[in-house]
Protein backbone atom coordinates (compact mmCIF):
# COMPACT_ATOMS: atom_id res chain seq x y z
CA UNK A 1 0.00 0.00 0.00
CA UNK A 2 1.01 3.73 -0.83
CA UNK A 3 0.10 6.85 0.71
CA UNK A 4 0.14 9.90 -1.49
CA UNK A 5 -0.36 13.71 -0.37
CA UNK A 6 -0.82 16.51 -2.23
CA UNK A 7 0.15 20.05 -1.04
CA UNK A 8 0.75 23.42 -2.28
CA UNK A 9 -2.35 24.18 -4.34
CA UNK A 10 -3.83 28.16 -3.97
CA UNK A 11 -5.06 30.87 -6.08
CA UNK A 12 -2.89 32.48 -8.29
CA UNK A 13 -2.95 35.50 -11.34
CA UNK A 14 -1.81 34.84 -14.36
CA UNK A 15 2.11 34.84 -14.61
CA UNK A 16 2.54 33.71 -10.80
CA UNK A 17 4.17 30.78 -9.79
CA UNK A 18 3.21 27.86 -6.88
CA UNK A 19 5.12 24.61 -6.23
CA UNK A 20 3.28 21.57 -5.45
CA UNK A 21 4.63 18.34 -2.98
CA UNK A 22 3.50 14.99 -2.76
CA UNK A 23 4.59 13.03 -0.04
CA UNK A 24 4.55 9.63 -0.08
CA UNK A 25 4.89 6.63 2.19
CA UNK A 26 4.12 3.05 2.32
CA UNK A 27 7.19 1.58 0.56
CA UNK A 28 10.29 2.52 -1.19
CA UNK A 29 9.75 5.68 -2.64
CA UNK A 30 13.01 5.03 -4.92
CA UNK A 31 11.67 2.23 -6.73
CA UNK A 32 9.56 3.93 -8.57
CA UNK A 33 8.41 6.36 -11.20
CA UNK A 34 6.36 9.20 -10.45
CA UNK A 35 3.66 11.58 -12.42
CA UNK A 36 1.51 14.68 -12.22
CA UNK A 37 -1.96 14.88 -13.85
CA UNK A 38 -4.68 17.37 -13.43
CA UNK A 39 -8.52 17.35 -14.17
CA UNK A 40 -9.91 20.21 -15.34
CA UNK A 41 -13.97 20.38 -14.78
CA UNK A 42 -15.83 18.17 -17.61
CA UNK A 43 -11.93 16.91 -19.20
CA UNK A 44 -10.17 13.72 -18.59
CA UNK A 45 -7.70 13.69 -16.91
CA UNK A 46 -3.79 14.08 -18.14
CA UNK A 47 -0.21 13.62 -17.74
CA UNK A 48 1.48 16.73 -16.62
CA UNK A 49 4.99 15.47 -16.49
CA UNK A 50 6.61 12.41 -15.28
CA UNK A 51 10.00 11.64 -13.68
CA UNK A 52 11.95 8.47 -13.29
CA UNK A 53 12.89 6.16 -10.40
CA UNK A 54 16.29 8.02 -10.02
CA UNK A 55 15.46 11.51 -11.30
CA UNK A 56 17.65 10.74 -14.37
CA UNK A 57 14.67 11.12 -17.02
CA UNK A 58 11.80 13.58 -17.13
CA UNK A 59 8.38 13.84 -19.43
CA UNK A 60 6.49 16.96 -19.61
CA UNK A 61 3.49 17.88 -21.48
CA UNK A 62 3.65 20.01 -24.69
CA UNK A 63 1.04 22.50 -23.07
CA UNK A 64 3.76 22.81 -19.74
CA UNK A 65 7.48 22.22 -21.34
CA UNK A 66 9.42 25.53 -20.63
CA UNK A 67 7.00 26.44 -17.65
CA UNK A 68 6.68 23.37 -15.22
CA UNK A 69 9.88 21.39 -13.39
CA UNK A 70 9.44 18.28 -11.69
CA UNK A 71 11.82 16.61 -9.21
CA UNK A 72 12.31 14.63 -6.75
CA UNK A 73 13.95 13.98 -3.46
CA UNK A 74 14.26 10.41 -2.79
CA UNK A 75 15.29 10.83 0.95
CA UNK A 76 12.20 13.05 1.60
CA UNK A 77 10.06 10.46 -0.20
CA UNK A 78 8.67 13.66 -1.80
CA UNK A 79 8.50 14.58 -5.37
CA UNK A 80 7.63 18.34 -6.64
CA UNK A 81 6.16 20.35 -9.35
CA UNK A 82 7.60 23.79 -9.50
CA UNK A 83 4.96 25.55 -11.55
CA UNK A 84 5.75 28.73 -13.07
CA UNK A 85 4.08 31.55 -16.06
CA UNK A 86 1.00 29.88 -14.91
CA UNK A 87 -2.14 30.46 -17.29
CA UNK A 88 -5.58 30.17 -16.80
CA UNK A 89 -5.42 27.26 -18.85
CA UNK A 90 -3.67 25.60 -16.09
CA UNK A 91 -7.04 25.46 -13.69
CA UNK A 92 -7.33 22.02 -12.84
CA UNK A 93 -7.21 19.65 -9.72
CA UNK A 94 -3.43 18.35 -9.66
CA UNK A 95 -2.67 14.85 -8.58
CA UNK A 96 0.32 12.94 -8.21
CA UNK A 97 0.67 9.48 -8.58
CA UNK A 98 3.04 6.42 -7.96
CA UNK A 99 3.53 3.40 -10.83
CA UNK A 100 4.96 0.62 -9.37
CA UNK A 101 6.35 -1.46 -12.35
CA UNK A 102 8.85 -0.40 -15.30
CA UNK A 103 12.00 -0.06 -15.87
CA UNK A 104 14.37 2.44 -14.29
CA UNK A 105 13.93 4.79 -17.10
CA UNK A 106 10.04 4.38 -17.06
CA UNK A 107 8.60 7.31 -17.74
CA UNK A 108 4.69 6.06 -17.93
CA UNK A 109 2.00 8.82 -19.61
CA UNK A 110 -1.26 7.07 -18.98
CA UNK A 111 -3.53 7.06 -16.15
CA UNK A 112 -3.48 3.30 -16.19
CA UNK A 113 -0.27 2.54 -15.80
CA UNK A 114 -0.20 4.14 -12.36
CA UNK A 115 -1.28 1.92 -9.50
CA UNK A 116 -1.63 4.78 -6.63
CA UNK A 117 -3.36 8.54 -6.37
CA UNK A 118 -3.09 11.25 -3.99
CA UNK A 119 -6.41 13.19 -2.90
CA UNK A 120 -5.43 16.24 -5.26
CA UNK A 121 -4.70 19.60 -4.93
CA UNK A 122 -6.92 22.48 -6.48
CA UNK A 123 -4.62 25.50 -8.76
CA UNK A 124 -6.53 28.23 -10.09
CA UNK A 125 -5.08 30.76 -12.59
CA UNK A 126 -7.27 33.97 -12.89
CA UNK A 127 -6.90 35.85 -15.72
Known amino acids: QVQLVESGGGFVQTGGSLRLSCAASGRTFSSYAMGWFRQAPGKEREVVAV????????YYADSVKGRFTISRDNAKNTVYLQMNDLKPGDTAVYYC????????????????????WGQGTQVTVSS
Open 51 to 58: ITRNGITT
Open 97 to 116: AVALSGSLYYTPQATNEYDY
